[in-house]
């Protein structure tokens, strides 16, 4: 059984980093509701997020605490190593 407080910690650490990263975001336009090219980039770019989310979803799905407690623990390992 892992340390429990040790997986608290990273879970505390990826919290604070998605608070305070700096990200890019993109999402649809909506200036123009009207505009018949802002509307056939907005059905593009829907298409495009919903294959991005659904492959997203799949490949998190795959992930387990354990994975990330055996990848904490090697990169951990390393970091601390003289």
Partial sequence: MRNDTRLARMLHVLIHMGRHEE?????????????????????????????????????LGDVTLAQLADDFDQRYRVAMAP
């Fill in 23 to 59: 990200r890019a975001t993109i999402g649809l336009s909506t200036d123009h509701p009207q505009c018949l090219v802002e509307q056939a980039v907005n059905a593009a770019l829907t298409d495009a997020f919903d294959q991005a989310q659904a492959l997203l979803m799949a490949r």
